[in-house]
């Protein structure tokens, strides 16, 4: 998974990584953020006029990872300015840098280390908050001992934390007893038309290879007449698309006696325009919610058409020693269900390439299934073992072979992208525009399909109407294996 920096015009945050479509992963587009003079617009409460006259410091953060990493690092940002600091444009005059840290996969982590290293180097008091502390400190008190560190769960102490580290005291908070719901509290938001809702914390999975259930652990659901408060709150400071994210939809509410499909009804009662996008969700919940989740997807035109469901193999013998929970066929089914019912669906799975004893029947019957379901998005990674999971003791598939059969299955996807993406030339409809930089303007359909806008159409449109959130009406004329092209009319 190709690793891109990104860099937000107005420097409240910088994002050192588009890499948020991977497989333990939600994906995650940024736009332009919020300046400073629009806080209160942006943020879930208001923020505190006083504090910010006489601010305590400045603050620099950068996050990586998934959509609730995201949304964590725009928590920080939103319980700092309210607390009187003064967000800085660079890591290197700043009070405080904070990173916000993933560890899914080597190569991430390996890329978290790095900057840790590059941000210790600046001689600011630094902070490291997200998986990578609680999944494995020591890796970051080797390169930096004096580095406060905060985990997921313990974000709402980062007030504490940044004043300890700006006085020369080192604060640990990486355990917490009972972890607070990440709603209805400041946040500035990453791109100002964007909701990121978590609505739930942990799964309930044992996945052999996965990480995040150390770092997280056993599902936790927020009640929905929370998530439904902040919901109502994004829509009326402008937001367009309502991201639900959690580590895995799938099993929302089961610890509650609630359900996804319960959840997004609800959502959808509420006024205004706007779209929901729902989140990762693994194939073994698909079977409970396949007629629930099909009501709502065919009759709720505020859900947009996009499933992601990572299936990680097409062996069965593999997905065993996974501990996923559901067969190649489960997968299968679900997706046939959903793609003959709606067939402009947009599906996206993941698949991990190289697992330990991994054999080429194995790796062919994966081939075969992305053959039959052809996904419109493969998120394919190599295997890399994580510390203190289960499978991190087997023994690898040689680095060759792995290299081989990720290649095999790139130009596989990319194909089936790029017929998936064909079936669209000629559609008219509405895109909601979603990202507005230099000279490039795109937005999603119904299908959470990313559309670009030809700069030689809309040259004569006012500004007003290609901004950010606005609705407009295209016609797709070409496409690639990434997006669609289309016209202004």
Same mark, same amino acid.
């Given at each position: 998974?190709?690793?891109m920096?990104?860099r937000?015009s107005n420097?409240?945050l910088r ?5 948020f479509?991977?497989?333990d992963?939600?994906?995650?587009r940024?736009?332009?953020?919020t300046s400073?003079?629009?806080?209160p617009?942006?943020s879930s409460m208001?923020?505190n006029e ?9 603050f620099w953060?950068?996050?990586y990872g ?7 690092s725009?928590?920080i940002?939103?319980?700092l300015?309210?607390e009187?600091y003064?967000?800085?444009k660079?890591?290197?005059?700043s009070s405080?840098?904070?990173i916000?840290?993933?560890? +899914?996969k080597d190569?991430?982590e390996?890329r978290?280390?790095h ?8 001689g600011?008091?630094?902070i ?12 970051v008190?080797a390169?930096n001992p004096?580095a406060?560190?905060m985990?997921?769960?313990t ?8 004043c300890?580290?700006?006085s020369?005291?080192r604060?640990?908070?990486?355990e ?15 791109n ?6 978590q609505i739930?914390?942990g799964c309930?999975?044992?996945c052999?290879?996965?990480?995040t259930k150390l770092?997280?652990?056993?599902l936790?659901s927020?009640?929905?007449g929370d998530i ?8 009326n400071q402008g ?6 994210s959690s580590?895995?939809n799938?099993?929302?509410?089961r610890?509650?006696g609630?359900n996804?499909?319960?959840l997004?009804?609800q ?11 729902i989140g990762?969700m ?8 396949l ?10 035109s505020k +859900? ?6 990572p &299936?990680q193999?097409?062996s069965?013998r593999?997905?065993r ?10 997968f ?11 067939p402009k669906i947009?599906i996206a799975?993941d698949?991990? &390439?190289g697992?330990?004893s991994?054999t080429e029947?194995?790796f062919q019957?994966?081939?075969?299934l992305?053959k ?8 394919i990674s190599k295997?890399?073992a994580?510390?203190? &999971?289960?499978?991190?003791s087997?023994?690898k598939v040689?680095s ?5 059969r ?14 998936r993406?064909?079936q669209?030339v000629?559609?008219t409809?509405?895109?909601i525009?979603?990202e507005v930089?230099?000279n490039f ?6 299908a959470?399909?990313p559309? &670009?806008l030809?700069?030689?159409h809309?040259k004569k ?9 606005s609705?407009?009406?295209v016609t ?11 016209k202004?009319?």
């Open positions: 998974m190709a690793l920096k990104r937000v420097d409240i994002i050192f990584g588009d890499r479509l991977s497989p992963e939600e994906k995650i940024l736009g332009s953020i400073t003079d629009s806080m617009k942006d208001p923020l006083e504090t910010a006259i006489n601010p305590k410091g400045k953060i950068e996050a998934c959509s609730s990493s995201m949304n964590d725009e928590i940002s939103g319980i300015r309210n009187g003064l967000i800085s660079t890591p290197y005059d405080v840098n904070i916000v840290t993933c560890s +899914v190569a991430t390996h978290m280390l900057r840790v290293k590059k941000l210790t180097e600046l600011s008091p630094l490291v908050a997200g998986c990578l502390p609680k999944a494995d400190r020591r890796k008190e390169l004096s406060s560190l985990g997921p769960d974000i709402e102490k980062v007030t504490e934390v940044v300890s580290a700006i020369g005291q604060q640990v908070e990486l917490v007893n009972e972890s607070s719901p990440k709603l209805n509290i400041p946040k500035i938001r990453l100002p038309v964007v909701s990121i809702v739930a914390s309930l999975s044992e052999s290879f996965c990480q770092v997280k652990g056993n936790k927020y009640r929905p439904v408060r902040q919901i109502k709150a994004d829509i937001c367009k698309e309502i991201w639900l580590t895995d799938g099993c929302y509410g610890d509650i609630s996804l499909a319960s997004l009804q959502c959808c009662e509420l006024d205004g325009e706007f779209k929901i996008r990762m693994n194939p073994m919940y698909i079977p409970q919610l007629s629930p989740l099909l009501d709502i997807l065919l009759h709720e +859900v947009l058409k996009f499933l992601h469901i &299936v193999s097409g069965d593999i997905l020693k996974m501990r996923r929970g559901h067969s190649a066929l489960t299968m089914k679900g997706v046939q269900f959903f793609r003959e019912r709606i947009t799975t698949v991990i &390439v697992y330990p991994e029947e194995d019957q994966t081939v075969d992305l039959k379901t052809r996904p419109d998005i493969v998120n295997y890399s994580r510390p203190g &999971v289960l499978a991190s087997e023994k040689p060759h072979v792995t290299k081989k990720t290649h095999t299955l790139d130009k596989l996807a990319k194909e089936i992208s790029l017929v993406n064909s669209w000629g559609w409809g509405n895109i525009i979603d930089k230099d303007i795109q937005g999603r359909n119904f959470y399909k559309v &670009v030809d700069p030689t809309y449109a006012s500004i007003h109407a290609l901004s950010l959130g609705e407009i009406k797709v004329f070409k496409f690639t294996k990434h997006a669609l092209w289309a202004l009319l």
